[in-house]
């Protein structure tokens, strides 16, 4: 099956600075999602970007499909961005919707 | 904001015991997933769900668990009878359509068998 990577494994950062998270995968996808995990163990959608570029906020991400990469940006970070950051990706050849998670990034982010 | 709605948020079960957790997914959509993450790992596909039937399951999945919509609204993981592994969190998503995949996920089942 399809392997997702993600990089750093872990991050620590002072409040207001820059990061950016990086997803490799290893097959073409149908799919790509960013998702965030708060302490609560909740997934909350960041990103549905199969291909391209999309902003919200502090947050921007961009997915180049032929060379199988996404990167997720977070810009002047907060406390409140702290948590486990992770990208799933729908392959062809398996069920519509059917997502791999990578092992995430677990940031955490300092006062 | 239509959401994916999970109950319980946290149930404590015996070994052995039948546990039966809850989805009511996004009201327009028409496919269906459940999710486990064991702690400190990453989330792991159990069962795709689409039209009334099974679409693709993972070795995880084996015949201690399934899956129902018994009505119009709800889904359901039953696990017959449970073992110490199957601790997890346990997620449920749903997809609008074809063409549309953006999948959302429910907040979650803490299952804890002891």
């Known amino acids: 099956g399809i392997q997702v990577e993600q990089s750093p494994p872990d991050l620590i950062l002072q409040e207001g600075a820059n990061s950016t998270l990086r997803c490799n995968f290893s097959d073409s996808v149908n799919n790509l999602q960013w998702f965030h995990q708060n302490p609560w163990g909740q997934l909350i959608n960041l990103f549905y970007?199969?291909?391209g570029t999309k902003q919200n906020g502090r947050l921007s991400a961009t997915t180049v499909a032929t060379e199988r990469y996404s990167l997720l940006y977070i810009s002047s970070s907060q406390t409140t961005d702290s948590g486990v950051y992770f990208c799933?990706?729908?392959?062809?050849?398996?069920?519509?919707?059917?997502?791999?998670f990578g092992q995430g990034t677990i940031l955490t982010v300092h006062p | 904001e239509p959401e994916v709605t999970q109950t319980p948020s946290h149930q404590v079960t015996q070994m052995g015991q039948e546990v039966i957790l809850r989805c009511v997914p996004i009201s327009n959509h028409l496919y269906f997933y459940w999710y486990r993450q064991i702690l400190g790992q990453k989330v792991e596909f159990l069962v795709s769900f689409y039209n009334n039937e099974i679409s693709e399951k993972s070795e995880i999945f084996d015949d201690q668990f399934s899956v129902e919509r018994p009505d119009g609204s709800n889904f359901t993981l039953k696990i017959r009878s449970t073992k110490l592994e199957d601790s997890a969190m346990y997620f449920c998503a749903s997809i609008k359509l074809n063409r549309d995949g953006e999948a959302f996920f429910g907040q979650g089942t803490r299952l804890t068998v002891v």
């Open positions: 970007i199969p291909s």
């Open positions: 799933a990706v729908e392959s062809g050849g398996t069920s519509y919707g059917k997502l791999t």
